[in-house]
């Protein structure tokens, strides 16, 4: 079945830092990815999409890259701040249906 | 505007128990769903919704019911809550539903349902 997985384990690191996170799929192609930032009791809010013909995308401190050889979408955050303390959540749309599908988010903690 | 607003925020619910946790949006938008978020599993795709009177079944449908009888509102109805419900529930919202023109989704804030 179609899966999109993320890295389970937190990430911490020290504030300045760059963070990278890391988003895989199998066994299919999304058309493209879109990444969410959700805080503890709110809902996810929409940051970044990349295509499947994009290579990078960038917005301020962010960047996200799309790998389509390694099934494989990066985001980066530079220069790190506390502020940035959140769950990262994937998503990829399922071609020809009307589903975007999620996956578990991997959460991230910036110390200062 | 409001955006996606959902109540209520927590509830506990019996084992047996039914009960309709409320979505509704200002934002004019067709597309509409259902999420739930429980640890390690992340968002799972409930119910949706491509416009008035239209709705479809998602990842994880059983036991819950949706109805679409305006653009505004998306309800979701646990008829005989069980206790594997229990998680935190999301809706979510769109101008169309996802496809090529990559359409992001509103999130409400969520509710947090316990069921005994």
């Known amino acids: 079945s179609q899966k999109i997985e993320q890295n389970s384990e937190a990430l911490n690191i020290q504030e300045g830092k760059t963070a990278t996170l890391t988003c895989n799929y199998t066994?299919?192609?999304?058309?493209?990815l879109q990444w969410y930032r959700q805080d503890p009791g709110r809902g996810p809010v929409f940051l970044l999409l990349?295509?499947?013909?994009?290579k990078e995308k960038r917005k301020e401190r962010l960047k996200v890259t799309f790998d389509t050889t390694l099934k494989q979408s990066l985001f980066h955050i530079t220069a790190s701040q506390p502020a940035d303390s959140a769950t990262y959540l994937c998503a990829a749309w399922m071609d020809s249906s009307y589903k975007l599908i999620f996956g578990s988010g991997t959460r991230l903690l910036v110390r200062p | 505007n409001a955006g996606v607003t959902q109540t209520p925020k927590f509830q506990v619910l019996k084992t047996g128990q039914s009960m309709t946790l409320q979505c509704a949006q200002d934002m004019n938008h067709e597309y509409m769903s259902w999420y739930r978020q429980d640890p390690g599993m992340g968002l799972r795709l409930i119910h949706y919704s491509v416009g008035a009177g239209i709705t479809d079944q998602g990842e994880v449908p059983n036991g819950y019911n949706v109805s679409r009888s305006t653009t505004e509102d998306f309800p979701l109805r646990l008829l005989s809550a069980a206790p594997s419900q229990t998680s935190v529930y999301f809706c979510a919202s769109s101008p169309r539903p996802p496809g090529p023109l990559n359409e992001k989704l509103f999130f409400g804030s969520g509710t947090q349902l316990s069921v005994l």
């Open positions: 990349i295509r499947e013909n994009e």
């Open positions: 066994n299919y192609s999304p058309a493209y």
